[in-house]
């Protein structure tokens, strides 16, 4: 992902360059590396952001660092 032009403009922003710090910080996975795909879906004022990727080695749960952080399983609901 990191490779795409896209990627590259938007690093370009100091305050996604500083979010994209943050996640790396409060989690165990950073964006940069470890996401292979990202869906980001905003309507001007509240933003989703779907993401694919290696979240945690060898299939283990992957750690939140941010207090009121949850995850979500789908794969329970199939």
Do not use: C, Y
Request: aromatic content about 8%; overall charge positive; hydrophobic content about 35%.
């Amino acid at each position: 992902m990191v490779k795409t032009p896209g990627f590259k403009h938007f690093e370009k922003s100091p305050a996604v360059r500083d979010s994209l710090d943050l996640i790396a910080t409060q989690t165990t996975f950073d964006p940069r590396k470890d996401f292979w795909e990202v869906l980001i879906v905003s309507n001007g004022s509240d933003s989703v952001l779907l993401a694919r990727g290696q979240f945690a080695p060898l299939g283990m749960e992957p750690e939140f660092k941010k207090e009121g952080s949850q995850r979500t399983d789908t794969a329970a609901k199939r």
